[in-house]
């Protein structure tokens, strides 16, 4: 009689755990299914365009690991956007510095060129304007040489061929080209380069726009009367800098200077693309290598280029 109260006992037992555990698994559905419900209501949100909406989840729900996934795919929608959103402003940006840029000098060309063809001009204004058009037809050609370099660095279409080079030898050819233009434009010039071979792995051609970049960004901005450019190994690595006594940059544009259209017009003068700077540091680090830039407003500015020298 005893044993079958106590399987009378166990079995009321075991059925009343049963009947709790089917109406706690009734209820933790339904809850599951109304937070399922939730989350199809945001992602249906999301998909409007309302990035803002999260899923804010208990850690110990069973669904809070969907929920944490599917919000770390929103946080990387929405820098996708983000990014999106800030290339498409910039590309328009672009465009409108670019027509401005470009038909600037393109008008200013085109009524010297009116100018003689009208016979406005005679006499020795006749040659002034022949020249002037000559000088801005040139200026032209090379801003849309550097609209090429920049398009084709950002589309990868520029293949860079790196070889074993003397960067010594390199920068001493490049320099020696430039020297009239300094004398020219009566700017002292001190170039200090190692007479030894210092060989390093670069791509000749990007090399050599680097350079011509930096001395012709110091001439058209830096209102300088002494440029310095010295070349030095230090710690395996070959260092290349430019420097300049001209009017500086503020500290708030330096960190903004490689940035494409960045013009620093409280330091510098208006001349110029804006993309110039932004060349010479895709250029040095698609070859491996990299570039920063010190100045202090008023006294002076210095880019240093490193590439790791060969063993």
């Known amino acids: 009689m005893n044993n079958m109260n106590n399987v009378m006992i166990f079995l009321i037992v075991m059925i009343a755990f049963l009947i709790f555990m089917l109406l706690y698994c009734l209820w933790k559905l339904n809850s599951i299914k ?6 199809d209501e945001i992602l249906e949100d999301m998909q409007t365009g309302n990035s803002k909406q999260k899923i804010l989840m ?5 669904t809070s690991s969907l929920a944490y996934k599917i919000n770390k795919m929103v946080y990387a929608y929405e820098e996708k956007i983000m990014h999106y959103k800030m290339a498409d402003e910039g590309n328009r940006q672009l465009m409108t510095s670019l027509s401005h840029d470009v038909r600037t000098p393109l008008t200013t060309l085109i009524g010297y060129l009116d100018a003689v063809h009208k016979k406005i001009v005679t006499g020795n204004d006749y040659y002034d304007y022949i020249e002037t058009a000559r000088c801005k037809a040139h200026d032209l050609k090379d801003y849309i040489d550097i609209l090429f370099d920049w398009f084709k660095l950002n589309s990868d279409d ?3 061929s790196m070889e074993t080079v003397d960067i010594s030898e390199l920068t ?13 434009k009566l700017i002292e010039y001190d170039i200090e380069i190692p007479e030894k071979c210092i060989q390093v792995q670069v791509d000749a051609d990007g090399y050599i726009r680097s350079i011509n970049n930096l001395v012709q960004n110091v001439i058209a901005h830096g209102q300088a009367s002494l440029i310095r450019i010295n070349v030095w190994e230090e710690e395996k690595r070959v260092k290349i800098s430019v420097w300049d006594n001209g009017t500086g940059i503020a500290g708030e544009d330096l960190p903004f200077l490689f940035d494409r259209l960045y013009k620093c017009d409280k330091a510098r003068s208006e001349k110029g693309s804006g993309l110039g700077l932004s060349i010479v540091k895709q250029l040095v680090e698609k070859m491996k290598g990299n570039i920063t830039a010190d100045s202090l407003q008023g006294e002076y500015t210095v880019f240093v280029i490193q590439f790791s020298m060969l063993e």
Do not use: A, C, G
């Open 34 to 39: 109304k937070q399922l419900s939730k989350m």
């Open 58 to 62: 208990p850690p110990n729900e069973i």
């Open 158 to 160: 520029l293949l860079l």
């Open 172 to 184: 001493r050819n490049i320099l020696k080209d430039w020297i009239p233009v300094f004398e020219e």
